[in-house]
């Protein structure tokens, strides 16, 4: 999985980070490390929680493919999809890597597509900090149709195990790379998003 690129006056930067993943049984046990402070889960709640974010990837990647509305519709779909998807993932089990057949990749070109269907939101590039913890960093140039292309193809690889009947291994893919990638375009979006609504209302 490729790690989170950002590029800056045409310059790439690439951002790789060491992971660990959790090995669980399946089903899932009653608790993950997201909600290890709250009342632990059955099986069946998290068979919903799977279910319900299979949902929000299936409405977002359905958006993705579909032509592009106005600027105002664009920005308000993609606030309340990537909001959706990543609360949701935070109710996903960690589980360990299963056998499943090779799901197929979003090709190069059909990458480009996307990223170029994005190019319909009001905005493209912002600025943000990387890792928010290192207060010395300059900041870097973020690209929303990067960020949403990017949770596309994460999200459409999963969707291929869970309608194929290999749910454990869909559950795999979207968690793990929500941790180490997805995730961090996920949270970048929605900030930047967030933040042209303040700057368009005035606020």
Not at 19 to 34: E, G, I, K, Y
Not at 40 to 58: G, L, S
Not at 136 to 154: F, K, M, N, Q
Request: charge should be negative; include cysteine.
């Amino acid at each position: 999985m490729a790690p989170r690129c950002r590029s800056e006056q045409g310059k790439s930067f690439v951002f790789v980070r060491v992971v660990r993943f959790a090995h669980w049984d399946w089903p899932p046990a009653a608790t993950s490390p997201s909600t290890q402070t709250l009342a632990p889960m059955t099986t069946h709640e998290y068979e919903t929680a799977i279910d319900a974010f299979a949902k929000t990837a299936r409405e977002f990647c359905a958006w993705a493919e579909s032509p592009p509305l106005t600027p105002a519709a664009e920005h308000f779909t993609a606030a309340r999809l990537v909001a959706k998807l990543y609360a949701s993932a935070l109710d996903l089990p960690v589980s360990a890597p299963t056998d499943a057949p090779d799901a197929p990749r979003v090709s190069d070109d059909a990458y480009r597509a996307l990223h170029k269907r994005f190019g319909a939101l009001p905005f493209q590039y912002y600025s943000e900090m990387f890792n928010p913890f290192e207060f010395e960093a300059a900041p870097v140039t973020g690209d929303i149709a990067d960020d949403l292309a990017d949770i596309y193809r994460d999200l459409k690889y999963g969707l291929w195990f869970y309608e194929h009947g290999h749910v454990p291994a869909a559950v795999w893919e979207w968690r793990t790379t929500f941790g180490f990638h997805w995730g961090r375009h996920a949270t970048g979006a929605l900030l930047a998003l967030h933040c042209y609504d303040q700057e368009q209302n005035g606020l």
